[in-house]
């Protein structure tokens, strides 16, 4: 049982939710399991009243759950409770000031996105179809693990965007940044054989190098959908998404290449940690380029 001093602004806390926020029930449940278990972690640190609970307290309350197995999700969620709690206290005039606001929750760990191996690579893209629209798709899945494009790249290249006889295309990435990519091989090939029917389907003014059955520019939600069912029909073991293609092309490059920068140039990324959470670059490869190449890292002959 908590004592009086902890449970009673609580109590008035929890009316405030009900009555005045009127926040569900669930809701309300989760504020106060929340926080009656932060009471009783204060109560073990012989803390009496919410008044005593400064910023170092909030974060022993934050670290005691990581050490308990709290899920970053669960942490960020028990640390909301309190910080709301405390605008509450604040606003009743128990308190000067939140001081659960500077402290953060730990960040929750990023996943990394999946990609194909070159076999199952190779498995889907051994599309053979006379079909216009399969040697479109085969063309635009090429194009995309060829070049590491963005689904949103993809769609918007136009004809202007892309020449066969240099092998490079220019993309719109992400804040409007314009960069030219290279793209050769069976790419090349596949956006060239694409080039010789796409007249026979794209609308006259239609500029899009890639466009839809009905002849214009062809929708990220086509391309999610057709990329999906060639999964299925070359019997990928996993479910395939353009993004997949993209990653796929980043960690095949950074396998065979090692070049960590390139590999951020050809994806078109602002800041380098981006790349390595992309291509599943570990710590210990980073030490051992930066051993090998950083001039004042080299061991000297003795």
């Known amino acids: 049982m908590l004592p009086r001093n902890l449970e009673q602004p609580l109590e008035r806390f929890y009316e405030y939710l009900r009555s005045e926020r009127e926040l569900s029930l669930h809701t309300q449940q989760n504020y106060k399991r929340q926080l009656t278990r932060i009471a009783e972690q204060l109560m073990e640190l012989k803390v009496e009243s919410w008044q005593q609970v400064d910023a170092g307290w909030v974060r022993q309350i934050a670290s005691k759950g990581m ?6 999700s669960s942490l960020a969620m028990r640390l909301s409770a309190l910080r709301s709690f405390f605008d509450f206290l604040v606003h009743q005039n128990v308190l000067k000031a939140n001081p659960a606001k500077g402290v953060a929750a730990p960040r929750k760990s990023r996943p990394l996105p999946k990609n194909l191996d070159v076999d199952e690579m190779n498995q889907l893209l051994d599309v053979n179809e006379d079909d216009p629209l399969a040697i479109r798709d085969r ?27 240099k092998g490079d295309l220019r993309v719109i990435g992400k804040g409007d940044k314009e960069r030219i990519v290279p793209f050769s091989g069976l790419a090349r090939e596949w956006v060239a054989k694409w080039l010789k029917l796409r007249d026979s389907i794209a609308q006259a003014d239609e500029q899009a190098l890639f466009v839809s059955k009905l002849g214009h520019r062809i929708s990220t939600r086509n391309v999610q959908k057709r990329m999906a069912e060639w999964g299925q029909k070359q019997a990928v073991s996993s479910h395939i998404n ?6 796929s092309f980043a960690t095949h490059m ?12 050809l994806l078109g990324h602002a800041n380098l940690s981006t790349t390595q959470i992309y291509t599943h670059l ?21």
């Open 254 to 265: 950074l396998e065979s290449s090692g070049d960590l920068r390139a590999v951020q140039e």
């Open 139 to 165: 063309a635009m899945m090429e194009l995309m693990y060829g070049a590491g494009l963005r689904l949103s790249e993809l769609v918007g290249i136009d004809l202007r965007n892309i020449s066969l006889s």
């Open 67 to 72: 050490r308990d197995g709290l899920k970053a």
């Open 242 to 247: 353009p993004h997949k293609l993209r990653h």
């Open 282 to 302: 570990d710590f210990q490869h980073l030490a051992k380029v930066y051993d090998e190449a950083h001039p004042r890292a080299k061991k000297r002959n003795k």
